[in-house]
């Protein structure tokens, strides 16, 4: 599936107010299917989509809303539940029991509902609602993608400057990559943002740090203006609608950044080896709070399996455990608390980084997966065949048994994606 978004323009006041109609009442039916799951036993998913009819007959207004788009507002309500029970079955910690929603954003639209026009410049919303055309602001990718893909859904969504339509295609991105023979082992810090096995960093720049100080003063500027039990003033609102557009700055920035340093990393490595961090966990230790949810390592992690999957390439995540107490060179475990930075083995006299260390552990964990043994190129190595810890054959011919099963991997795959009859 491929999303894809366009921002709505060019409407009146009265065109905006009747998207948030309907996506008042799609979040209507929502808590309204999640009413009945708690009230009644034994409610399945038809069940909930002929509590759509019912609520048709029974309210004027969600009688407006497409009927398909009352449909998927059920099947919102029936994904909260049906994940609750998985998560049940699974013995999650946390189970996520399904809550009634308040300020929801968005409602989506299946295939009716709504009608492009022939040149996809605009977008007309037909149901009761009556919201009528809009102008679609869009990049040119998206515009193309208009054209030539038929579309599943079409989600109305409601962001701090405007709202947006996201188009939900049904095809896979899927492109020919470039096979570069390296492998990197990444391990997220603070410090850094990641360091590789061969000690290349990227440095996170602080954007929320930056925004920081304008956020905090918006936010005094908001809570000055409350006022409790009573509707509150127009200032107040322009005040919220200004907190709120920075923040999606932020996010936007956010964004962009972790999308274009994981494109970056996996379009130049072959086998790509991250930890998997728990976040949430290490959320809740306050001292580093601030600076793990800025660093954003999930959304990172996320585009790197997202890339991999574009390009065919390998994106393993491995367990953190050890990571960077174990010695990479023999294995010895060296406890060393947070603020030891460099790693210093009793047993070999190993001394390096203490990141390049983990980086070096994750990579291993990573090659024992795939079931090949990783060995660290030497400074030899690079003068005559490249980077240091690349797949490239070895002199030597210990080296050459290890390694070559790894090159064996990635020419295969090189070869596959040459010669598809393969
Ligand atoms: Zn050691």
Known sequence: MIVREAKLLN????????????????????????????????????????????????????????????????????NSISNFYRRCREGAKKKGYPQFKKNSRSVEYKTSGWKLSEDCLTINFTDGFKAGQFSLFCNHETREDLFRLKINRVRVVKRADGYYAQFCFDANRQEAGNYTGNVIGIDLG??????????????????????????????????????????????????????????????????????????????????????????QNMVKNHHLAKSISDASWYQFTQWLDYYGKVWDKTVISVAPHYTSQDCSNCGHRVKKSLSTRTHQCPECKTEICRDTNAALNILKKGMNILGVEWVRGTEGHSGTSGKPGTLEKSSTAVDEEKSDSISCLVESRINFVKNPAL
């Open 11 to 78: 409407g009146s006041k009265v065109q905006y107010q009747a998207l948030d109609e309907a996506i008042r009442t799609a979040q209507f039916i929502r808590n309204r299917a999640v009413r009945l799951w708690r009230d009644e036993p034994d409610v399945n998913k038809a069940r909930l989509s002929l509590l759509c009819k019912e609520l048709a007959h029974e309210f004027p207004f969600a009688k407006k809303l497409n009927s398909m788009a009352r449909q998927a507002s059920a099947e919102r309500a029936w």
């Open 190 to 279: 603070l410090k850094y943002f990641y360091k590789d096995q061969n000690d290349n960093t990227a440095i996170y720049p602080k954007y929320l740090r930056r925004t920081q100080k304008r956020i905090k003063k918006l936010q005094r500027r908001l809570s000055r203006k409350f006022v409790k039990g009573k509707p509150q003033s127009n200032n107040y609102h322009k005040a919220r609608i200004r907190l709120g557009k920075s923040h999606l700055k932020i996010q936007r920035q956010r964004k962009d950044w972790a999308v274009k340093l994981a494109r970056c990393v996996v379009s130049s490595n072959d086998v790509v080896v991250y930890e998997d961090l728990k976040i």
